[in-house]
């Protein structure tokens, strides 16, 4: 019975285990210095925001991304209040003639997803996880559309050495 208690005691110790229970080293401490401080701001490269009224044609709205080279755009009313998000694989399907002459507004958009200017790196990549959407929608505090953010800004922000540094269309939006 004792030799059955110790090998009871070792499972349990490898069952309970947490995988990863060593110390964060030197190069994880950088990592984690360099990302706490990245926001919404920061991450937004030189990338254009791409955002299309509720009155454009599908067309309209495919030649955007298409251009813009991105999956998505941010959907935005009269008022620049953004409203949905337009996934570019939800036309596919569709026929030449029916995205020349419908609407954005006359199909399923997604949800749209907003942050804030100084949303968190980590935050957003738990908000494209979730929602399952290319782009975020930067809102100033009005809630209006300030700019976007893709996935491939968050990626290319996280693999930057620059991420303290802003350019001419992040001074713009400060």
């Given amino acids: 019975w004792i030799v059955l208690g110790y090998i009871i005691?070792?499972?349990?110790?490898?069952?309970?285990?947490?995988?990863?229970?060593?110390?964060?080293?030197?190069?994880d401490r950088i990592i984690?210095?360099?990302?706490k401080d990245l926001t919404s701001l920061k991450v937004r490269q030189g990338l254009p925001d791409v955002v299309i009224g509720l009155d454009?044609?599908?067309?309209?709205?495919?030649?955007?991304?298409?251009?813009?080279?991105?999956?998505?755009?941010?959907?935005?009313?009269?008022?620049?209040?953004?409203?949905?998000?337009?996934?570019?694989?939800?036309?596919?399907?569709?026929?030449?003639?029916?995205?020349?002459?419908?609407?954005?507004?006359?199909?399923?958009?997604?949800?749209?997803?907003?942050?804030?200017?100084?949303?968190?790196?980590?935050?957003?990549?738990?908000?494209?996880?979730?929602?399952?959407?290319?782009i975020l929608c930067i809102i100033d505090e009005q809630g209006k559309f300030s700019g976007t953010v893709r996935e491939r800004e968050v990626l290319m922000a996280l693999g930057s050495g620059d991420t303290g540094k802003l350019t001419g269309k992040q001074k713009a939006l400060q």
């Fill in 56 to 134: 454009d044609t599908l067309q309209q709205a495919v030649e955007k991304c298409v251009n813009l080279d991105s999956q998505g755009a941010v959907v935005v009313d009269k008022y620049n209040n953004p409203v949905r998000t337009f996934i570019l694989r939800d036309v596919f399907l569709l026929s030449e003639e029916e995205i020349a002459r419908t609407h954005v507004r006359d199909i399923w958009l997604e949800q749209v997803v907003t942050i804030g200017r100084d949303t968190g790196i980590s935050d957003m990549i738990k908000l494209f996880k979730e929602y399952r959407v290319p």
């Fill in 9 to 27: 005691v070792d499972i349990k110790d490898v069952v309970t285990k947490a995988p990863y229970t060593t110390k964060p080293g030197k190069e």
């Fill in 32 to 35: 984690a210095e360099r990302i």
